[in-house]
């Protein structure tokens, strides 16, 4: 690092008092979309890999399918120079960020970076402790565009403090960098986040199984169905710029191709981030399939941004709506048990209100047509009872385009 560039981050420490502790404005108005390389990868990452993703999200059709962001969590760092600022572990990324960030970006896609609110990241590489001027500084000549930011090593820190440290010093920094808040739902950051980050993790780890915890001792690691029944009042707080972020996502990672696309269903019901974590050199078509399902994706990137709700149970049965622009609602059917469920659901008996978004489907009064968005069927309108039978740790998930009135 050079003495000039030591100097141009004195120059930025110095006015960091009065920097604002908000985000960038204008950023992540839909969640956010892309791949991190943790789930699958871990530690074990590297420039190679990473150059491979991005031509696999451009050659998957996933790029064009809406997913942006190439997102490298722990283990890129290498040590700080004489003057503090960070680099990249030379061994795995001998070119460097900048370089790398150069590549992601002329596939038309955008980099992602991790760093830690502690003094040393969850994989005890250096955390940005007291050199967050510096890190973001550095994030912002290297063109990095997505920064998530977790909270081990963190004895003796206020979260809320610690978080808006980082979002002023990327606010100094100048480069609009999408600010991921990871500190696993402990502080409840949708209380106080929403002008400070553009995303906020709601829970602990998520882990490749349906419905299941993972103890560690002395924390856990939770499956979809536990992920998503934390989710439980949480959706007065998300929108567009600000978004409840149940986890990056585990398809393609060893549950069934219906666990898979419930997990996605949901996901996009919850308008959470979809943020691929599988290993997409090497997805089967089925993965890719699910990853690219454009209904779907449409569902979760609707420009209300307003998330999903659970309307009744019967059961291991759930029905969950959502309201979408145009006066559309997204339906998703989740059955969470492992056995296969009829459902029977005449829509002028479902009386469906949402209190925060002031909306009701009026199925008496209003007609929608039906279509179900994994088999890409028209299924009629709501003057049809809809009659389905749902495999096991699966779903049906449609979206009801309102026609006219009834008396049309």
Request: aromatic fraction near 10%.
């Amino acid at each position: 690092m050079t003495r000039a560039l030591a100097a141009l981050a004195v120059a930025i420490l110095a006015v960091a008092p009065a920097a604002q502790a908000q985000k960038f404005e204008g950023l992540a108005l839909t969640p956010p979309m892309g791949w991190n390389s943790w789930n699958h990868f871990a530690c074990d990452i590297s420039e190679e890999t990473v150059r491979q993703t991005a031509d696999a999200m451009v050659a998957s059709g996933m790029r064009d399918a809406g997913y942006l962001y190439v997102n490298i969590d722990d283990c890129w760092h290498g040590e700080r120079d004489a003057d503090g600022f960070i680099g990249a572990d030379p061994g795995r990324f001998p070119s460097g960020i900048k370089a790398l960030a150069d590549y992601v970006h002329s596939k038309g896609l955008k980099l992602g970076l991790y760093s830690d609110a502690g003094w040393k990241t969850c994989g005890g590489r250096p955390g940005s402790r007291g050199r967050e001027f510096q890190d973001a500084l550095t994030y912002a000549r290297w063109g990095v565009d997505y920064l998530k930011y977790d909270w081990c090593s963190t004895e003796g820190l206020r979260a809320e403090g610690a978080y808006q440290t980082m979002a002023a010093a990327l606010t100094a920094a100048g480069r609009p960098i999408v600010f991921s808040i990871c500190e696993w739902g402990d502080n409840k950051p949708w209380e106080w986040a929403g002008d400070v980050g553009h995303l906020w993790r709601t829970t602990g780890d998520i882990t490749a199984c349906f419905d299941c915890e993972v103890d560690h001792g002395d924390w856990s690691s939770w499956g979809v169905l536990r992920i998503l029944d934390l989710q439980e009042g949480l959706r007065a707080h998300a929108g567009p710029g600000h978004w409840n972020d149940p986890d990056m996502m585990e398809v393609g990672n060893g549950m069934s191709e219906s666990e898979d696309r419930a997990h996605f269903s949901m996901w996009a019901m919850l308008a959470a981030p979809l943020i691929a974590g599988n290993d997409l050199r090497t997805m089967s078509e089925t993965t890719r399939s699910i990853l690219t399902n454009r209904e779907v994706i449409a569902v979760d990137q609707d420009p209300l941004g307003i998330q999903g709700f659970r309307h009744s149970r019967d059961g291991d049965l759930e029905v969950w709506y959502r309201p979408l622009a145009d006066e559309d609602w997204a339906v998703c059917v989740l059955n969470r048990g492992p056995a296969p469920r009829r459902i029977e659901l005449d829509w002028h008996d479902e009386t469906v209100s949402d209190e925060l978004s002031g909306r009701q489907t009026l199925f008496n009064a209003r007609l929608y047509r039906v279509r179900d968005l994994w088999t890409g069927k028209d299924l009629g309108t709501t003057r049809r009872v809809l009659d389905a039978e749902i495999g096991g740790h699966d779903v049906l998930m449609v979206r009801l385009a309102r026609v006219l009135d009834a008396d049309d």
